[in-house]
Structures are given as C-alpha cells and as structure tokens.
C-alpha cells in the first residue's frame, strides 16, 4: 500500500504561480511512476505531467512550457511547479503513482487540491 499527501493549492491570479507537493509512504520502493492529474468542473480527469524513476517526464501539451514536473527520491516526493497560470488551469489536482510488484500495476490518488486561478 502506498498513502499520499498533497499539499500547495489555493488561489492564485492569472500569471502567478504555484508549488504543488505530494509525499508518498507506506511501499515506496515498488513505485515507477509519479505524476499529476486534474479534474475541472464538469470534465473528466486528465494527465498533467508524469515522471519514472529514471528522471523521464511527460507533459500534456496544455501544460507545456509552464510547469515542470520533479521528484526528489529520497523523500520520496513530487512536485510540480506550475507558472504562467491560466484561468483553465483551475481544477481539483490529484497525485497518483504507479505501483509495480511483479507483472501487478497498482494506481494510487492522493485526496486532491484545488487550484483557483482568477482575478
């Protein structure tokens, strides 16, 4: 079992800035990947960013250019650091890892943020 916990939404300007974390704990050592989804209001759940132990990133092309996304192994920690924020960019974001035992993939959510962005 992995547990995850997210933190750094809130509200936040058009053009601003944020820092989301999400910690994981509990099996660690069977995770592969580490990313981020969101989910607005009345759309279904989309991939933000994705990152594998090995340091390769994913990123949808919405996202592009604005957020990076980053581990830190050894606290067994992810983050993404979104710029440029757009009013689009306001969504409940969720963590989720990739859990791998053998040929068994198990998926992980953390509770979810919200990130407002508005004037």
């Known amino acids: 079992q992995v547990q995850l916990v997210e933190s750094g939404g809130g509200l936040v300007q058009p053009g601003g800035s944020l820092r989301l974390s999400c910690a994981a704990s509990?099996?660690?050592?069977?995770?592969?990947?580490m990313g981020w989804y969101r989910q607005a209001p009345g759309k279904q759940r989309e991939l933000v960013a994705t990152?594998?132990?090995?340091?390769?990133?994913n990123y949808a092309d919405s996202v592009k250019g604005r957020f990076t996304i980053s581990r830190d192994n050894a606290k067994n920690t992810v983050y993404l650091q979104m710029n440029s924020l757009k009013p689009d960019d306001t969504a409940v974001y969720y963590c989720n890892v990739a859990s791998l035992r053998g040929p068994i993939e198990t998926r992980y959510w953390g509770q979810g943020t919200q990130v407002t962005v508005s004037s």
């Open positions: 509990g099996s660690t050592l069977s995770i592969v990947i």
């Open positions: 990152i594998t132990n090995g340091g390769n990133t």
